[in-house]
């Protein structure tokens, strides 16, 4: 009795398909470039080349003067620059550390433990996943007051860290770790902050770095005007946008500071971006 050997199936791949499929990814990668070249673009304009039309991709006469109107306005300020700066970067990082500890413990706890209501506390974290900032903002704004965290940079720290969706990411990892590790290490005396830490963390490393970037991201891009007015407390996108809001006058400062406030989140990207892929294409997958 002869065995058959199992048929593999072959995709068909043709010249034409793979041509259109690079055109496709191509216009595709150039639409999405677009928007930062521009940026740069102008970043480097002198004031007359704001306003030509059709507007240009490039520039005629580049110059940093743009730059250096920046630097001198943010020297004339009541607070330093410094102030604005370091307010940005240490609730970023500490938002970001606060995110990852917070979402991944949490995560664990739904991921690896049973109690009682677990179904219905993530039902409650996937539904809060559909409101957006715009309808939460009120809300948060009264829990704030009643807190007495408005006018404190707790106002910046708490929502962020109140995500759901670095939970629902983090619990979708931790799900895939095998229960016989966990099992093993509590056998040989680990306790769930060890089994966490130790074990699971370094297995699901791919998430918690896309979950701390999506904080750092969304910490360094917060500029808090609506709940910090101690001009001691605001943050760099604040006192960037108040520079540039002085009318056409000053259109190429506003241009640099853009791009200044671009290019954290770009180097943190390009610097964890193999991990955040490996994160987005695996997300959805399931054993």
């Known amino acids: 009795m002869s065995m058959s050997r199992p ?37 480097f304009k002198p004031l007359e080349e704001f306003y030509l039309f059709p507007p240009k991709f ?29 307010n940005s970067l240490y609730l970023a990082t500490l938002t970001t550390v606060i995110s990852v500890v ?23 974290i996937t539904t809060s996943m559909l409101f957006t900032s715009s309808i939460l903002g009120i809300p948060q704004y009264v829990i704030l007051s009643k807190l007495g965290w408005v006018d404190t940079h707790w106002a910046i720290i708490a929502p962020v860290v109140g995500s759901t969706m670095g939970v629902f990411l983090m619990k979708q990892f931790m799900e895939g770790v095998p229960d016989a590790i966990i099992e093993s290490a509590r056998i040989d005396g680990a306790g769930d902050l060890r089994i966490c830490w130790t074990i699971v963390m370094p297995m699901v490393k791919p998430a918690w ?22 001009e001691n407390l605001k943050l ?23 791009l200044l406030m671009m290019l954290p989140p770009i180097v943190t ?11 987005m294409a695996s997300s959805g997958i399931k054993d």
């Not at 259109?20 to 639409?31: P, R, W």
């Not at 990207?269 to 490996?278: L, W, Y």
């Open 236 to 258: 760099l996108p604040t006192i960037l946008a108040q520079i540039s809001a002085s009318g056409m006058a000053r259109a190429g400062v506003g241009a640099a500071a853009t």
């Open 58 to 86: 490039y520039v005629i006469n580049p110059t940093p003067e743009n730059f250096l109107d920046l630097l001198t306005l943010t020297n004339n300020l009541w607070v330093p620059f410094t102030r604005y700066l370091f």
């Open 209 to 230: 770095i896309t979950l701390g970037f999506l904080a750092f991201q969304s910490g360094w891009a917060n500029s808090g005007s609506n709940l910090i007015y101690t």
């Open 269 to 279: 990207f390009v610097a964890t971006q193999s991990r955040i892929i490996e994160t």
């Open 102 to 124: 917070v979402g991944s413990t949490t995560a664990y706890v739904l991921a690896k433990k049973n109690f009682h209501g677990k179904n219905f506390w993530m039902s409650m």
């Open 7 to 43: 048929k593999t199936k072959r995709l068909n791949r043709s010249l034409g398909g793979d041509l259109l499929l690079t055109f496709v990814l191509s216009l595709m990668a150039i639409v999405m470039v677009l928007p930062f070249v521009y940026a740069v673009v102008n970043a």
